[in-house]
């Protein structure tokens, strides 16, 4: 009978449980389902916002454009790009001695990634760019660019700097028919989403070349591990 009696106690113990872990489950069945419709949302919306690759841009597809002093160009809103490549606006003062550009972007974020992971080359990772046709023939040759840019460093750490951090460049360069080099730096600041430039014509006699009624394009570049994308101005 003792015997019999602890049997019936331990089997009603194991129902018990098993009823317990049971009433658990059905618990948490619905929160499981919940969670991973939560992430599958997550995952699509990535997918749905992530960037296409864009063509590499040859010499044929870029032209140009002129303005006024002072004179404010609106551009259109852009969503095939991150807001820190979109120009919302732009204006120019040159005079005799002075080069001040002015670009208006959607959005400045905080902090930028550079060296990304991923590149595995010396690509630009980003770069605000204004190139002047100095010489008038209407093509990128000896044109002379005036460019707030970033070159992916092999063997250094992937960061997160602010834009005006010294590891970006601030530099002019004089172009040839393929090639180049740097004439001039520039001062370059951030005032909430304007980038302001600054350029003294008295660092190199090319900088003289670059007047008022010089043509112009705005070119915005982003490279990262899964695509490259830019905005340029004009189209
Ligand atoms: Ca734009
Ligand atoms: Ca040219």
């Known amino acids: 009978m003792t015997k019999r009696y602890i049997f019936i106690i331990i ?3 194991v129902v ?14 619905p929160d499981e389902v919940n969670i991973k419709t939560e992430i599958d949302k997550t ?7 992530e960037y296409a690759t864009m063509k590499v841009l040859n010499k044929q597809d870029y032209s140009y454009i002129t303005s006024k002093n002072d004179e404010i160009i ?12 979109d120009v919302v606006s ?27 992971e991923g590149i595995f080359s010396n690509l630009m990772e980003y770069c605000w760019r204004i190139n002047f046709d100095t010489n008038l023939d209407g093509i990128t040759e000896y044109d002379t660019t005036i460019s707030h840019e970033k070159f992916w460093e092999n063997g250094k750490d992937t960061a997160s700097v602010n834009i005006e951090d010294a ?3 601030n530099i002019v360069w004089q172009h040839g028919v393929n090639t180049g080099y740097v004439i001039s730096e520039f001062t370059f600041d951030v005032d909430n989403h304007m980038l302001i430039y600054h350029v003294e014509k008295g660092n190199d006699d090319n900088l003289l070349s670059i007047t008022e009624d010089t043509p112009f394009h705005i070119l915005i570049e982003y490279n990262n591990k899964d695509y490259y994308l830019y905005e340029m101005i004009p189209k």
């Open 167 to 169: 590891t970006f460049n």
């Open 90 to 116: 732009f204006r120019k003062v040159i005079d005799d001695e002075n080069i001040y550009f002015y670009l208006e972007m959607k959005d400045i974020p905080d902090t930028f990634v550079i060296n990304q």
């Open 43 to 49: 995952e699509k919306v990535d997918v749905e916002t």
């Open 16 to 29: 018990c449980t098993g009823c317990s872990e049971s009433k658990n489950n059905e618990n948490i069945k």
């Open 11 to 13: 089997l009603c113990f």
């Open 74 to 85: 609106s551009n259109d809103l852009n969503d095939r790009v991150p807001d820190f490549m």
